[in-house]
């Protein structure tokens, strides 16, 4: 298992829920982190506060990573900060519920943009770091939805499935150069996001509650320590989806 002691590690949509959680628990092994929200500033702030409570260095910064050229400004203000990115997780992401017949062109293009392109846009902008030290880690948050479809709708559930089939190819691609690229995928976490679904209810998970948010960055982390681990979704969810 890697010491990920001074690693540095950009979490994307850090400052609340499945992010912030991550990134607390990749500060409690002993990385270095980088909070990246995009309007809020005091949440991610507060994060950051408690980051340095716990001796490691870190860095909130604003940027949509849905845009390439925020992207790009990103990358470079955290590496000025913090170092070259070792560390990366894709979690940004949104959850619109619609039903079919109420989808619309503009639902499905933000969605993909923001769920998709975003965690494409960073692991391009992050990889020629990692490919020069043979040395990194992508982690992308995805969701039980790519499997059975979800609560949200087709939208949502074709961005996470994307996420996966974008992960195998980069670890195919990547595995002979010490860059290993899984994912984490959840299914009713305790969030806000599931808080203001009406369709989540905890008696449709197996284990009859819905998941915390520790409970998905324990897997993140293990992620990130393994080195042996690629191409990987880890289930983070109850049992309502078993491979």
Not at 89 to 103: E, H, I, K, R, Y
Request: proline letters at 3%; hydrophobic letters at 45%; charged letters at 20%.
């Amino acid at each position: 298992m890697d010491n990920l002691t001074g690693k540095c590690a950009l979490v994307t949509g850090a400052s609340r829920g499945i992010g912030r959680a991550i990134a607390l628990a990749l500060a409690a092994v002993g990385a270095d982190i980088a909070v990246n929200y995009r309007e809020r500033r005091a949440e991610a702030e507060a994060v950051a506060a408690e980051i340095r409570k716990r001796g490691r260095h870190v860095v909130a910064l604003a940027a949509d990573v849905a845009s390439e050229e925020e992207v790009k400004r990103l990358v470079e203000a955290v590496t000025s900060a913090l170092g070259p990115i070792e560390i990366l997780v894709n979690n940004v992401g949104v959850s619109w519920p619609v039903t079919f017949d109420t989808l619309d062109t503009k639902v499905w293009n933000d969605t993909l943009a923001i769920n998709l392109t975003s965690a494409f846009l960073v692991t391009q902008a992050i990889l020629p770091g990692m490919r020069a030290r043979h040395w990194g880690r992508i982690i992308n948050i995805s969701s039980t939805a790519a499997q059975v479809g979800g609560i949200v709708g087709p939208h949502y559930a074709a961005s996470k499935a994307g996420m996966i089939g974008m992960t195998h190819g980069y670890a195919s691609m990547l595995a002979g150069e010490g860059i290993t690229a899984n994912v984490v995928a959840p299914a009713m976490i305790d969030t806000e996001m599931i808080r203001s679904n009406d369709r989540a209810r905890p008696e449709k998970i197996p284990l009859g509650r819905f998941g915390r948010v520790e409970e998905v960055a324990d897997a993140v982390v293990m992620l990130a320590r393994n080195g042996y681990i690629t191409g990987q979704t880890i289930n983070v969810n109850g049992g309502f989806y078993m491979s």
